[in-house]
């Protein structure tokens, strides 16, 4: 295969790419492919697009070349995003691949509202184009270069995970629509008098200006916060819970900086009768764990967990099941069972709702209440809601 042919030749350590290094190669070279085709694209598009006079013809050149611009940037994106952390940017400079991508989209989108302008003026007042044979071969071999290059694009976003390359494959998947309305439109030019050539460069300006929105929507979303992967979270409970000393984890709070760059907070369970310096110890060597084998900076909070106490180990069973009851996806964590004078008990926990929930506190605490009544001497339920952060 040509693209794995190329990357074998031209990105040295191509078989890691989860390595910073490797996935800058990827990325930059991902660029300049991008500039050499679109660079090329447009060349050939807007000799066509003049010696024919097909306003669409020349706006999809316009596209090509607005392309090739947005491969400098995703090249300076890469670039900018590995720099190492400095006194300004402590946590690192990861998020300039996103800004990049916001760029990207600004530059399609008013590329996409300068081709709605000419086309609508050239169906108001339509041009004859002349289209030859030899000039229709020519863009149809243009769409199977633009095809190559999606299929490259998305090789490459998908083996450095990367938003930015991955939309520039989608907008290259548009494009490729466009071009062949272009083209459908010049060949139905020869038969109607129609503003066909018009109506064509409208359609290529519609599905720019949503290919521009949709990689505004995908770029903007991480630098707002998005959560992170299930699998990634997955990972990190799964590995925590191997460390020694921890019995739960919950909490959990990551922030991404970049792809492959978190900064987390989790709160892990852990004996509370165990000496205070050996809880610290072992929260520290879980934390360095973490970093050996994730790209995770991780701060763990110490959460005391009773395991001995049988009483508070039955109320926790029977909160759970009245929990589950209640829903499936409520998490209860951090109980504490305290006892007062004359006998009296209160029960108090936190409730771990996902964040589309909208139940209030007291509606939870009154039914859960109501489930619990049917055990003697219940506790006083005392609830905080919490809502997930992944």
Same mark, same amino acid.
């Given at each position: 295969?040509?693209?794995?042919?190329?990357?074998?030749?031209?990105?040295?350590?191509?078989?890691?790419?989860?390595?910073?290094?490797?996935?800058?190669?990827?990325?930059?070279?991902?660029?300049?492919?991008?500039?050499?085709?679109?660079?090329?694209?447009?060349?050939?598009?807007?000799?066509?697009?003049?010696?024919?006079?097909?306003?669409?013809?020349?706006?999809?050149?316009?596209?090509?070349?607005?392309?090739?611009?947005?491969?400098?940037?995703?090249?300076?994106?890469?670039?900018?995003?590995?720099?190492?952390?400095?006194?300004?940017?402590? /946590?690192?400079?990861?998020? *300039?691949?996103?800004? !990049? $991508? +916001?760029? #990207? =989209?600004?530059? &399609?989108?008013?590329? %996409? @509202?300068?081709?709605?302008?000419?086309?609508?003026?050239?169906?108001?007042?339509?041009?004859?184009?002349?289209?030859?044979?030899?000039?229709?071969?020519?863009?149809?071999?243009?769409?199977?270069?633009?095809?190559?290059?999606?299929?490259?694009?998305?090789?490459?976003?998908?083996?450095?995970?990367?938003?930015?390359?991955?939309?520039?494959?989608?907008?290259?998947?548009?494009?490729?629509?466009?071009?062949?309305?272009?083209?459908?439109?010049?060949?139905?030019?020869? /038969?109607?008098?129609?503003? *066909?050539?018009?109506? !064509? $460069? +409208?359609? #290529? =300006?519609?599905? &720019?200006?949503?290919? %521009? @929105?949709?990689?505004?929507?995908?770029?903007?979303?991480?630098?707002?916060?998005?959560?992170?992967?299930?699998?990634?979270?997955?990972?990190?409970?799964?590995?925590?819970?191997?460390?020694?000393?921890?019995?739960?984890?919950?909490?959990?709070?990551?922030?991404?900086?970049?792809?492959?760059?978190?900064?987390?907070?989790?709160?892990?369970?852990?004996?509370?009768?165990?000496?205070?310096?050996?809880?610290?110890?072992?929260?520290?060597?879980?934390?360095?764990?973490?970093?050996?084998?994730?790209? *995770?900076?991780?701060?763990?909070?110490?959460?005391?967990?009773?395991?001995?106490?049988?009483?508070?180990?039955?109320?926790?069973?029977?909160?759970?099941?009245?929990?589950?009851?209640?829903?499936?996806?409520?998490?209860?964590?951090?109980?504490?069972?305290?006892?007062?004078?004359?006998?009296?008990?209160?029960?108090?926990?936190?409730?771990?709702?996902?964040?589309?929930?909208?139940?209030?506190?007291?509606?939870?605490?009154?039914?859960?209440?109501?489930?619990?009544?049917?055990?003697?001497?219940?506790?006083?339920?005392?609830?905080?809601?919490?809502?997930?952060?992944?």
């Amino acid at each position: 295969m040509f693209t794995r042919f190329l990357i074998r030749h031209f990105v040295p350590g191509y078989e890691h790419p989860e390595l910073a290094a490797v996935r800058l190669r990827y990325g930059v070279f991902g660029g300049e492919v991008g500039i050499a085709v679109n660079v090329a694209l447009s060349l050939l598009k807007f000799a066509v697009g003049i010696a024919s006079g097909s306003v669409a013809v020349a706006a999809d050149a316009v596209n090509n070349l607005s392309d090739a611009g947005s491969s400098v940037v995703t090249i300076l994106g890469f670039k900018l995003s590995a720099k190492p952390a400095d006194c300004d940017h402590p /946590f690192g400079h990861g998020r *300039v691949e996103h800004v !990049a $991508g +916001v760029v #990207v =989209a600004v530059v &399609v989108i008013a590329m %996409g @509202l300068n081709f709605m302008k000419e086309s609508a003026w050239r169906i108001l007042h339509p041009g004859e184009v002349r289209m030859s044979a030899a000039m229709i071969a020519l863009v149809a071999g243009a769409m199977l270069l633009k095809a190559w290059l999606y299929f490259f694009y998305r090789h490459v976003g998908r083996a450095i995970g990367s938003e930015t390359i991955l939309a520039a494959a989608f907008d290259s998947l548009s494009d490729l629509g466009a071009t062949s309305a272009v083209l459908i439109a010049v060949v139905a030019g020869h /038969f109607t008098t129609f503003p *066909v050539d018009g109506c !064509a $460069g +409208v359609l #290529v =300006a519609l599905l &720019v200006l949503i290919g %521009g @929105l949709k990689i505004l929507r995908e770029t903007t979303d991480p630098l707002l916060g998005k959560p992170p992967s299930p699998e990634v979270v997955a990972e990190l409970r799964e590995r925590l819970l191997k460390c020694s000393g921890i019995r739960g984890v919950h909490d959990i709070i990551m922030h991404s900086y970049g792809p492959s760059q978190y900064f987390a907070t989790a709160h892990a369970e852990v004996d509370p009768e165990q000496d205070i310096l050996a809880v610290h110890d072992l929260l520290e060597n879980a934390e360095v764990e973490i970093g050996k084998h994730m790209p *995770v900076h991780l701060l763990l909070h110490c959460d005391p967990c009773d395991a001995c106490d049988p009483e508070l180990r039955m109320w926790q069973g029977r909160l759970e099941n009245a929990v589950a009851g209640l829903n499936p996806r409520y998490k209860v964590y951090d109980l504490r069972l305290r006892r007062g004078e004359g006998g009296a008990k209160k029960l108090g926990f936190h409730l771990l709702v996902p964040r589309d929930d909208a139940s209030a506190e007291e509606k939870l605490q009154k039914s859960l209440a109501a489930a619990l009544d049917k055990y003697p001497e219940r506790p006083e339920l005392t609830l905080v809601i919490v809502h997930s952060y992944v």
